[in-house]
């Protein structure tokens, strides 16, 4: 029996896996569930966002489900106790260091995309992020006076941009790895041109290459990358990045596949264990209003029985019951479009739920 971590989260978060729950519990697999707190709603009920017993979980898990965390209310609390630093604290604690990011334009929603039909219609890229490392994390950072530089006895703040051998080679197998399973395509994005940091990227990605001679590899750099992304997106397949061109490439796919709402992420350690969320946050905007798509936390829900759970024909199933409900014309607001049916985040689970139960 595979254990599934499932931690809602706050703003919109326990609206949205609420219905990716339902989804799981229509399969009928051998899962058990149990929920904890985390983020705002841990904060509220115990003074912080990532609580000893939600981690004891969360390591404890095969996987874990995520809905999101943050509201602007907490904007004013010290960074350690913000919600954000839960999902922060969950990627070190369980060594996760692949992002796993689907830019996916169902075909339904192709008038969605904030580009033409034809450029967006049948896009299927996957972009890979590194998360451990980068100038995220890298030490020295902070703020000071100025000795130097243009502003000599002026405030300053400075970050590190770093990444380590270890790290560049574990990110770049599992690229070469998962384009084996697509199109054969990887795309190491970096600004090696100008930094040193990505000039050894480079030459690393390039050295793991040797071992995957079935894959083509090409390197561009993150500005044209950015360019190319919204001229000609189909051109990719897999894009591998570090911690923050990843972050920043990743966000713009988004919206080229219509909205965010319909997104799923995994992020992965090196056992193939995960953490599975949607890629947006948690909208406070509209919490509490049953209006947010739970589609992107369905379809996480997809991607973990695919990737963790080792139960791929009931990702399949989830991900065709998505494609039915969206032919037979069902959408959240962010997706509508006239002459569809506009929906709330329930009816759209239900759907999702019925359109499963009828290919058993
Ligand atoms: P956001 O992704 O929460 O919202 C951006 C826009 O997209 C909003 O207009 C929102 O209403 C809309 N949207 C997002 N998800 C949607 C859904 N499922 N259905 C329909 N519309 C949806 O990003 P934003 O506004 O920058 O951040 C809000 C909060 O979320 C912040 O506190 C931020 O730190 C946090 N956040 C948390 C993440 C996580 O939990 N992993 C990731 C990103 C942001
Ligand atoms: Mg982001």
Redesign the pocket.
Known sequence: MAKIAILP?D??GPE?VAEAVKVLKVLDLPLEMETAPV?GAAYEASGHPLPDATLDLAKSADAVL?G?????K?DKLDRPLR??QA?LGLRKHLGLFANFRPAICYEQLTHASSLKPELVSGLDILIIRELTGDIYFGQPRGRRTAVDGHFPGADEAFDTMRYSRPEIERIAHVAFQAARKRGKRVTSVDKANVLETFQFWKDIVTEVHAQYPDVALDHMYVDNAAMQLVKAPKKFDVIVTGNMFGDILSDAAAMLTG???MLPSASLDKNNKGLY??S???????AGKG????L?TILSAAMMLRFSLNQPQAADRIESAVGAVLSAGLR???IWSEGTQKVGTREMGDAVVNAIAKTT
């Open positions: 989260g703003g919109i949205i983020g995520f999101a965390v943050g509201d602007w907490y919600p954000e999902i909205s965010i709402g969320e949607p947006h946050g948690s909208a406070p905007d509209i209006v947010a798509n739970p992107a959240t607001p962010d």
